[in-house]
Each structure stands twice: as C-alpha cells, then as structure tokens.
C-alpha cells in the first residue's frame, strides 16, 4: 500500500544552519506530495506542495522537489530560525482520493 | 481567515464515560476528515466524509468509536465507551472537492486533547 518514510528526529540545529529532512514515498500511480508543519498545541498546518513531478513547492523560506526518480520529497532551508521548530510532516495524496497519508513526523529543534 | 473549529479543546474523563467531539470544518468544504495522534502511531485517518456521506470509516474501532454529520457545518466524533488507550489527540480537518485533481488542501483545526483515566 501507499506509504511515507521520514526521517527519524528529533533533528536539532543552531540558528542559520541548513536544513535537511528526507522523505520518501511508495505509492501507485503519480501522488501529489505535501509537506505540514505542527507547532506546539496547534493543528497541522500546510508548507508546501507538489503535484507533478521536477515541481518545486516553496514557502517560507522552506523548498522541496518533486523527485519522481527517487521517489522522494525532502524538505530544505537554508537558513533556520528558532522559530522554525515545530514538528513536520511528510504526506502524499494519490489522485481521485480524497486521503492523506502521513509520515512519522520529524521533530526540528532549532537553538539560538 | 477560515479555519476548521474544534470542541473541546481538552477533555480529562473516565474510563467508561461517553466522550464527544465537535467540529465546524470552513463554510463550503465538503470533505471532512477525523484523525488521531499519538506518540506511538502518529497520525491515524479515523474516518472522513464528503457531503456527510461517510466514504471511509475504516480505521476507527467500529466497537466503541462512531462519526457523523448531523450537517454541513457540524462533525462529530464518538466514544462509548472511553478507555484509557483512547487518550491522544483528534483532529478534525476540512477540505474543498477536488473535483479530481490532487492539490486540495486540508485545513486543520487544532485538536481535542483526550485523557481518559
């Protein structure tokens, strides 16, 4: 079945270091592929998306690339702040479904 | 900004009691979805509905657990009766139809935390 691999956390950085967060899929077909964000005692919130394959979601200063080849999606910014740290999540969605398959979630502890 | 509006917030109760959620997902999102979370499992799809038809109910213990939309704009989520294993977070998420395409979006609310003791 569809499935989505993420990295294990917690992952923890110094303010303005680069961030990386691997995520890869299994799916039948062409997914579209979305990455959320979960700050404490909040819901999930949507960071990006794609929906076709080389397709680059960015928000925020977060990108991710539509890999098709790898099968992968992961998450990058260049710079992170503290305010960054959150808890976020990989996710896919197969065309003419209406379900979203999360990830794991990978936790980003970001210290000044 | 339309968000999706969830009741109670937190919810500390027995075992054995009835426990209900509530959600008001954004005016004129059809799909409406119930997960859970967890330490251990993470997110978990409940069930979800599109029109208040319920399309997939799959992943909720039939047993103890039921969903329903009284109405477009109410969701709700039952437990009779509640056991400690319960305790996580539901959230309740709301979505446009997709009318196919894959780049709807769920909008979140932001959750009822459950304890049962």
């Known amino acids: 079945g569809d499935s989505v691999t993420q990295m294990e956390g917690p992952v923890t950085l110094s303010e303005e270091a680069f961030l990386t967060i691997n995520c890869t899929y299994t799916?039948?077909?062409?997914?579209?592929l979305f990455w959320y964000v979960q700050y404490p005692g909040e819901g999930l919130q949507l960071l990006l998306k794609?929906?076709?394959?080389?397709d680059k979601g960015s928000n925020k200063g977060f990108e991710a690339t539509y890999r098709k080849e790898t099968t992968s999606f992961h998450l990058e910014k260049g710079s992170v702040q503290v305010s960054d740290s959150a808890v976020y999540f990989c996710?896919?969605?197969?065309?003419?479904?209406?379900?979203?398959?999360f990830g794991t979630g990978t936790r980003l502890q970001v210290f000044p | 900004d339309a968000r999706v509006t969830q009741t109670p917030r937190h919810k500390v109760t027995e075992m054995g009691q009835e426990v209900t959620m509530r959600c008001q997902p954004i005016?004129?999102?059809?799909?409406v979805f119930w997960y859970r979370q967890t330490m251990m499992q993470g997110l978990e799809l409940l069930a979800y509905?599109?029109?208040?038809?319920?399309?997939?109910d799959s992943g909720m213990p039939k047993d103890r657990f039921s969903a329903e939309m009284p109405d477009a704009t109410l969701a709700t989520l039952k437990i009779q009766p509640s056991e400690p294993r319960d305790s996580a977070v539901y959230f309740c998420?709301?979505?446009?139809?997709?009318?196919?395409?894959?780049?709807?979006?769920?909008?979140f609310g932001a959750g009822s935390r459950l304890t049962v003791l």
């Open positions: 794609a929906t076709k394959a080389d």
């Open positions: 005016l004129g999102h059809n799909t």
């Open positions: 996710a896919l969605k197969r065309l003419n479904t209406d379900k979203l398959i």
């Open positions: 998420a709301s979505a446009p139809l997709s009318g196919g395409s894959g780049a709807n979006v769920l909008t």
């Open positions: 799916a039948t077909g062409y997914p579209s």
């Open positions: 509905f599109r029109n208040r038809a319920p399309l997939d």
